[in-house]
C-alpha cells in the first residue's frame, strides 16, 4: 500500500487518452467488437489460439498506443485471483479430470496432462480477459461506454429492458468511482493519523482485519449514503421522472471504419470457432 | 411590489423519525418573493433555513400551509416538472450534484429530463456554459475540476432549464475565497442583466451585503427581514441569533464604540474608508511594527528539505504535486500555510506526519528521515497530529467516548489511562467529558462533531498539531469557538500548523507564514510582511484580511504612509484608526 494512493494501480475504468484511431471508433463498435473477441476467447478450447487471441489482444493494445508495462499493472491487480483459481486447479483438477497420461500421483493428488492443459487454458483466457476489459476503458470513456451500452440496449426496450436506467445507473456509478476512492484514501489517511495501523501485519489475520476496517468502512458507508441522498435531491432539482420522455444530447455517430472493426472482429471470431485446431493435446506438448 | 412568483403562506414542516418525537424545522413561515429579486436568507445551522430552501422548488412539501410557485401549489404532484424548471436548486457540496462524466453533459441533464429536441438541447448547453465561464472545460471529468468550479457547472445544468429563479442552498460553503467571489458575481450578473430571481442561503453575513432584501431564520422562524442596512444595525437582535457581522462591518462597530460620532453601519470596505476619509483628523503618528512576537524563535523540529512528490507516479497520468518545497516548523510557533485551491498544501502537510512521503528530496521529524526504513511511522504520526478537512466525516464509533477513544486504545495504554486522555481531550476542545462522552456521534451538530474528531487527535497528545482547514463549512458560531481554542493553544505554547483559506483567521493567529502555489513555497515570512504585498496575494488567487484591505485603502488615498499596510490585526487597526478620526 505505497502511500494511500488507491487509484494508482486501478487501471479498469482508467481512461488513458492517446487518441490513437481505436479511441476514435463509436463506442457501440467497439463493445460489439470486444463481445465478438470475449466469445471467441471463450468457446476455442485450443491453446494455441488462445495464444494467437493474445497476440491479437496486444496488437490491439499496440494500435491504441497503451504501454505494455500499464496494461501489465491491471493484470497484477487480478494476480492474487489467478493466483487462486491457479493452485485451486493444481490441487484438484487432476481428480475432476483424470483423463489422459498422468504425470504423477502421490494419494489423492494427481498430475495429469488433462490438468496441466486446463489450467494452461484458462489462465491464458483469464489474463486476455482482463487485458481487453482494461483496453475497453483505457480507450473508451466512460460516458461513450454508457451510451454505448445504452444504445445496444435500446432495441431491447419493448422487450421490457430498461435501458435507460441501465446507463444511468452505470454512469452514476462511474461517475462516483473517482469520488470515493479519494474518500477513501482520506478516511484512511485519516484514521491512521489517529494511530490505525492501516495496512500493517494484522490486516492479514481475518479476525483482527474485519475490526481494523470499521473505521474505513463505516464512515465510507455513512458518507457513501450522504451523497446518495443529495444526489437524489440534485436530481429531481433537475427535472428527474425516469426516463420516459427523456431526450439526449449525445448521438452517436457511426462510420465506414466502425462497420470494418466490427466485421473484422466477427471473422476473427469465425475464423476461432471453425478453424480446424489441432487435436487437444497436441498444443501443449 | 408586483405578483410574487414564490409566495409561502404559514408553512409548517416536521421531519419525522421513527420511534422518537419529530423535529419541527419550520414553525409557520410567511414570505413572497417578487421576480427580479435577490434576497438572502441567513441563520445559523439549525434554524431551518435549508429546509425552507428544499420546500422552494416542491423537493420538500409543508406538513401545514402551502406554497405556490407561479400559482402552481407545490402538493400537485403534476406540476412538479414545470416547478423544478421554473425554481433551479444548486446545493452546498460541489461533488454530490454532478451526475455525468463529462461537464457538457452533466448540464444537458436537465434539459434531457425536460425533452427539448436535440438542437435545443446543445443551444442551451453552449449558453449557459458561456454565462458562467466554464466553456474551455466543457470536454473535463467533473472530478478534475476545483471546488468553485463545480459549482460553476451545477449552475450551468440549472440554467440550461432556464429557470426564473434561481435558489443557491449553501453553494459557497466549501469552496475558497476565489471561488466564492466567482460564484457570488455569477448570482449578481444573472440578477442584473438576465433577470433571474435570486435566492441565496448562507450562513456568512457578508454574502448579504449587495442583496436587494435580508432575511434571518432561527429556531424555524423568520426573526428579521428587511435591507441590508436595516437588518444589520440590529447588532444585539443579530448576536442572539448566533449572527457575526462581516470583518468590515465589525470593524466600522468597534470604531464606533471609540468614537461615537463615528457611523457604524458600513457594510462595504467603500463605505467604511469613505466614513474614515470623512472623519479623518490626521494627527501625526509613531508607527510601531504592529505587534510584538511573543514567540522566541524555538528550535526547527520538522524540515522539508527539497521535497518533491507526484500524484499517480509510473502511470501515463503522472503529475507532479509538490516540487522544491523547503519548509521548516519551530517548536512553539503558530504557522499558517496559505494557497489557493489545488496548489498542493494539503500535500505538503501529509509530509509532515510521514503519511506521505517524499519522491525527491527529504523530510524530518524530531530528526528522523520519513523515508528511512527504521523510522517508525506510527510513533511520529502520534507526536505530529494531524487533522484532516471536515474531520467529522471520519468518525465512526456510535457514542462520542468511544470515538475519541480511538487513538488512545491503539496506543494499548491501560483502561485508566485512555479515560484520562479522552477526558483531557474532550475538555480542551470545550466539551463536558460527562456530558459529552455518552452522547450518539452522529446526532450532533457539525460544529460538536467537528471539535469531537479535533479531540480524537488531542487524545494522542501530539507534540505538533496540523490542521488542514479547520474552520471551513462551520457556521459563524463554530468557526469563533473554534479560533478561540487555537488561540488559548497558541499562547499556551504550543506548536501549531494551520492551513486556512481564511485570512481574517490568520492575521490574528499566526506568527509566520508560508505562501505556497503551483506546488511549491513561493514566500515566507510574519504575516505583517506577508499581508503587506497584497497585489502578490491577489495575483495567486488569494486575499489580504480585511484590516490590511483598509488599511491599504487609507495608505492609495495617501492618509496614511506605506508602513501601516503592515497592521492587519484586527485590535490593532482599532486601536490606530481610533486615534485619528
Not at chain 2, 504557522?335 to 505538503?348: A, E, M, Q, R, Y
Not at chain 2, 502555489?517 to 506577508?530: C, K, L, M, S, Y
Request: aromatic share 8%.
Amino acid at each position: 500500500m505505497e502511500d494511500f494512493e488507491l487509484l494508482r494501480n486501478v487501471t479498469i475504468g482508467q481512461y488513458i487518452p492517446t487518441n490513437s484511431f481505436i479511441h476514435q471508433l463509436d463506442p457501440r463498435a467497439k463493445l460489439l467488437a470486444a463481445g465478438c473477441l470475449i466469445l471467441a476467447i471463450s468457446f476455442t478450447p485450443s491453446i494455441l489460439a488462445n495464444f494467437l487471441m493474445m497476440l491479437v489482444i496486444l496488437g490491439i493494445a499496440w494500435l491504441a498506443r497503451i504501454p505494455f508495462s500499464y496494461l501489465l499493472r491491471g493484470f497484477l491487480l487480478g494476480l492474487p485471483v489467478l493466483i487462486f483459481i491457479f493452485v485451486t486447479q493444481f490441487l484438484f483438477m487432476g481428480r475432476i479430470e483424470p483423463s489422459g497420461h498422468v504425470f504423477f500421483e502421490w494419494g489423492w493428488f494427481r498430475i495429469t496432462q488433462r490438468s496441466l492443459y486446463i489450467m494452461a487454458l484458462s489462465g491464458l483466457r483469464l489474463i486476455s480477459f482482463v487485458f481487453l476489459t482494461s483496453l475497453i476503458t483505457m480507450t473508451a470513456t466512460t460516458t461513450e461506454l454508457t451510451h454505448g451500452v445504452e444504445h445496444l440496449l435500446r432495441p431491447f426496450h419493448r422487450f421490457g429492458v430498461p435501458a435507460h436506467e441501465l446507463a444511468l445507473i452505470l454512469m452514476v456509478a462511474l461517475r462516483f468511482v473517482p469520488t470515493l476512492a479519494e474518500e477513501m484514501e482520506d478516511i484512511m489517511k485519516a484514521q491512521a493519523s489517529r494511530g490505525a495501523d492501516i495496512g500493517g501485519r494484522r490486516m492479514w489475520r481475518p479476525d483482527k482485519a474485519a475490526k481494523a476496517y470499521l473505521p474505513l468502512i463505516v464512515p465510507l458507508f455513512l458518507n457513501a449514503f450522504r451523497r446518495a441522498e443529495e444526489l437524489v435531491y440534485a436530481m429531481e432539482a433537475r427535472g428527474y421522472v425516469g426516463g420516459g420522455g427523456r431526450t439526449h444530447f449525445i448521438q452517436l455517430q457511426s462510420h465506414s471504419v466502425d462497420y470494418l472493426v466490427v466485421a473484422l472482429a466477427f471473422l476473427i471470431m469465425l475464423f476461432m470457432f471453425f478453424f480446424p485446431w489441432p487435436s487437444l493435446y497436441a498444443t501443449l506438448f | 411590489m408586483s405578483e410574487p412568483i414564490i409566495r409561502l403562506e404559514n408553512v409548517h414542516f416536521q421531519y419525522e423519525r421513527p420511534g422518537e418525537a419529530p423535529i419541527q424545522a419550520l414553525k409557520g413561515v410567511d414570505l413572497a418573493i417578487a421576480p427580479g429579486e435577490y434576497v438572502v436568507i441567513l441563520g445559523h445551522n439549525g434554524s431551518g433555513k435549508s429546509t425552507l430552501a428544499k420546500h422552494l422548488n416542491a423537493l420538500l412539501v409543508p406538513t401545514t400551509g402551502n406554497v405556490w410557485v407561479r400559482g402552481w401549489n407545490t402538493r400537485d404532484r403534476e406540476r412538479w416538472r414545470e416547478i423544478r424548471s421554473t425554481v433551479g436548486m444548486v446545493f452546498q457540496s460541489p461533488d454530490n450534484q454532478i451526475v455525468a462524466t463529462v461537464v457538457e453533459e452533466d448540464v444537458a441533464f436537465g434539459p434531457e429530463n425536460m425533452g427539448l429536441p436535440h438542437d435545443e438541447i446543445v443551444r442551451r448547453v453552449d449558453w449557459a456554459l458561456e454565462q458562467v465561464g466554464m466553456t474551455p472545460y466543457r470536454y473535463r471529468a467533473p472530478h478534475r475540476l476545483s471546488g468553485g468550479q463545480k459549482q460553476r457547472v451545477a449552475i450551468a445544468g440549472m440554467l440550461a432549464m432556464r429557470p426564473q429563479v434561481l435558489v443557491l442552498d449553501e453553494a459557497t460553503a466549501m469552496l475558497d475565497p476565489i471561488g466564492r467571489q466567482g460564484i457570488l458575481a455569477i448570482a449578481h450578473r444573472l440578477n442584473k442583466e438576465e433577470g433571474i430571481t435570486i435566492v441565496a442561503i448562507t450562513h456568512f453575513m457578508e454574502e448579504a451585503v449587495a442583496a436587494d432584501r435580508v432575511i434571518v431564520m432561527a429556531e424555524g422562524r423568520i426573526q428579521l427581514e428587511g435591507t441590508p442596512r436595516e437588518v444589520f444595525t440590529q447588532r444585539a437582535l443579530l448576536r442572539s441569533l448566533h449572527m457575526e457581522p462581516p470583518p468590515i462591518t465589525r470593524l466600522a462597530m468597534a470604531l464606533h464604540a471609540h468614537r461615537p460620532y463615528f457611523p457604524g453601519d458600513a457594510l462595504t470596505l467603500e463605505e467604511l474608508v469613505a466614513a474614515l476619509k470623512r472623519y479623518w483628523r490626521g494627527r501625526p503618528i509613531a508607527f510601531s511594527d504592529g505587534r510584538s512576537f511573543s514567540v522566541a524563535a524555538g528550535d526547527s523540529i520538522i524540515q522539508y528539505e527539497d521535497v518533491g512528490r507526484f500524484y499517480m507516479r509510473n502511470t501515463p497520468l503522472e503529475v507532479k504535486a509538490i516540487e522544491h518545497v523547503n519548509m521548516h516548523v519551530r517548536a512553539g510557533e503558530l504557522l499558517g500555510v496559505i494557497g489557493h485551491t489545488g496548489s498542493g498544501k494539503s500535500t505538503i502537510i501529509q509530509h509532515a506526519n510521514a503519511l506521505l512521503r517524499p519522491h525527491e528530496g527529504r523530510v524530518k521529524v524530531f530528526d528522523q528521515d520519513t523515508r528511512d526504513q527504521r523510522t517508525d511511522v506510527r510513533v511520529i504520526r502520534r507526536r505530529v497530529g494531524l487533522v484532516f478537512q471536515q474531520p467529522e466525516r471520519q468518525l465512526f464509533e456510535r457514542y462520542v467516548g468511544d470515538d475519541v477513544a480511538f487513538g488512545p486504545r491503539q496506543l494499548g495504554l491501560s483502561r485508566e489511562d485512555v479515560r484520562a486522555r479522552v477526558r483531557r481531550a474532550m475538555e480542551a476542545v470545550g466539551l463536558d467529558f460527562g456530558g459529552f462522552k455518552d452522547r450518539m456521534t452522529f446526532s450532533l451538530s457539525g460544529g460538536e462533531m467537528r471539535r469531537v474528531a479535533l479531540a480524537g487527535v488531542l487524545a494522542l497528545e501530539p507534540d505538533v498539531l496540523a490542521l488542514d482547514e479547520p474552520t471551513a463549512g462551520l457556521d459563524p458560531q463554530g468557526q469563533n469557538q473554534l479560533i478561540d481554542h487555537l488561540l488559548r493553544w497558541r499562547n499556551q505554547g504550543e506548536t501549531l500548523v494551520m492551513i486556512s483559506h481564511n485570512m481574517d483567521h490568520l492575521a490574528e493567529l499566526a506568527d509566520r507564514l508560508y505562501v505556497v502555489a503551483h506546488g511549491t513555497v513561493i514566500a515566507e515570512g510574519n504575516p505583517a510582511d506577508i499581508f503587506a504585498q497584497v497585489e502578490r496575494l491577489q495575483a495567486e488567487g488569494l486575499n489580504a484580511p480585511a484590516v490590511t484591505l483598509v488599511m491599504q485603502a487609507l495608505v492609495q488615498a495617501g492618509l496614511l504612509p506605506p508602513e501601516a499596510m503592515r497592521i492587519h490585526r484586527f485590535d490593532d487597526a482599532v486601536a490606530l484608526l481610533g486615534e485619528l478620526i
